[in-house]
Every structure is written in C-alpha cells, then in structure tokens.
T-cell receptor, first 115, second 118 residues
Framework: AQKVTQAQTEISVVEKEDVTLDCVYE???????LFWYKQPPSGELVFLIR??????QNEISGRYSWNFQKSTSSFNFTITASQVVDSAVYFC????????????FGTGTRLQVFP | DAGVIQSPRHEVTEMGQEVTLRCKPI?????LFWYRQTMMRGLELLIY????????DSGMPEDRFSAKMPNASFSTLKIQPSEPRDSAVYFC????????????????FGAGSRLTVL
C-alpha cells in the first residue's frame, strides 16, 4: 500500500528564516512519482514539483529546493528566506508511474510566516 | 486553456436534497479525479476515471455518492440524499496521458466546490 506521512502539522517562522517541510513515503513500486502541492488561503491547489523515482538529484527553483533521498524514503522541501506570501498548506503526494495510477496525498503541513 | 472548471463554486442545501457537482477537465487530459477535503480527513480521493472509464471508486463513502463521466469533457459527482457530514470542499482534477512526459501524472486542480449541507 502507498502512504505519505507529513509529521509536521503546523510550522511557524518569522520572515527570512529558512524552513524545511518533511515528507516520508511508503511504496512497493519501483517506479513512482513524488509531488509537492501548495494550497494558499484562497483554497486552490497549486502544483510545485514532480520528481521521478529514478532521479535523485536535488532541485532548486528560486527560494525553493527539494531533497529526494530514496535510502530514507524522504522528499523534503526547503524554503529559503521565507516570505509572508509563502504562508499556505503544503502537501506532499505520491503516485505510481502509470497514467492510471492515483495520487495519494499526505495530511499537509500548515506554514505560517510572520512579518 | 481555461484550466479545470468546476461548478457551482458554493452550494448550500438542506439535508436530504440532491446535490450535483460538475467538472470540465482540461482539453486533452484523459484522467479525471474527484477529491474531497475536510479538516478531519484531509484530501481524500473519491473516484477517478481514465478515458472516461471509472478505474477506482473505493474512496466513494457510500451508495449516496455516484459519479459519471459521459464524455471526455464532462463529469458529475452526485450526492443523494445529502447529509450534514457531506459538507466539504470537493475538488476535481485532471491529468494528461502518460505519453506526454513533461506533464505525466501531474494533476491540475479546479478551484473546488464548497458544499454546505444544513
């Protein structure tokens, strides 16, 4: 069975601090995808990144970076120099590699960035 | 592209009434998903379709819930009769065929339908 665990329910930081959101997953598939989605206060779900299980290179996009480690089944998300606009709920998710595979979400981490 | 379009955005109804939520996926996407979000249970996958065929409906809570996808551009989620515990935000999402590697398995979500059952 597939499972995604986000142990941090809520994190509060002050602007400009770095923050890391943890994600641990379980799957028996050898090929799979990992995702992060952002849900700002407005409620929509916004896609941030997809990572293929064969690609363990870390990825950086502006202030965002992702650390994928198959050895620990983790796919952590770091925001550098956080800003108030980063305040949102962040979801980690997992799917198989086929188009017919479903996307399983973690319970989300609520990030609050205070000025 | 207009993205995934859901209607209505907000629905308030009384217990026992029928509720129909609608979704128009992105053109060219061949998978469609219905999720429900509540504070208690988070994001739950209710059902998903591939090429208009239901693949997995194990998340549908009970027989009061039904979903259809009569064609590639339209899906409905129906609750009959509705109950207060059905109050939630219902999201529809779609994804492209797996052959398009750039977007494979990436779900694009609609804005959601907020349902309140009194």
């Amino acid at each position: 069975a597939q499972k995604v665990t986000q142990a941090q329910t809520e994190i509060s930081v002050v602007e400009k601090e770095d923050v890391t959101l943890d994600c641990v997953y379980e799957t028996r598939d050898t090929t799979y995808y990992l995702f992060w989605y952002k849900q700002p206060p407005s409620g929509e779900l916004v896609f941030l990144i997809r990572r293929n299980s064969f690609d363990e290179q870390n990825e950086i996009s502006g202030r965002y970076s992702w650390n994928f480690q198959k050895s620990t089944s983790s796919f952590n998300f770091t925001i550098t120099a956080s800003q108030v606009v980063d305040s949102a709920v962040y979801f980690c998710a997992l799917s198989g590699s086929y188009n017919t595979d479903k996307l399983i979400f973690g319970t989300g981490t609520r990030l609050q960035v205070f000025p | 592209d207009a993205g995934v379009i859901q209607s209505p955005r907000h629905e308030v109804t009384e217990m026992g009434q029928e509720v129909t939520l609608r979704c128009k996926p992105i053109s060219g996407h061949n998978s469609l998903f219905w999720y429900r979000q509540t504070m208690m249970r988070g994001l739950e996958l209710l059902i998903y379709f591939n090429n208009n065929v239901p693949i997995d409906d194990s998340g549908m809570p009970e027989d009061r819930f039904s979903a259809k996808m009569p064609n590639a551009s339209f899906s409905t989620l129906k609750i009959q009769p509705s109950e207060p515990r059905d109050s939630a935000v219902y999201f529809c999402a779609s994804s492209p065929p797996s052959g398009l590697s750039v977007g494979a398995n990436v779900l694009t979500f609609g804005a959601g339908s907020r349902l309140t059952v009194l």
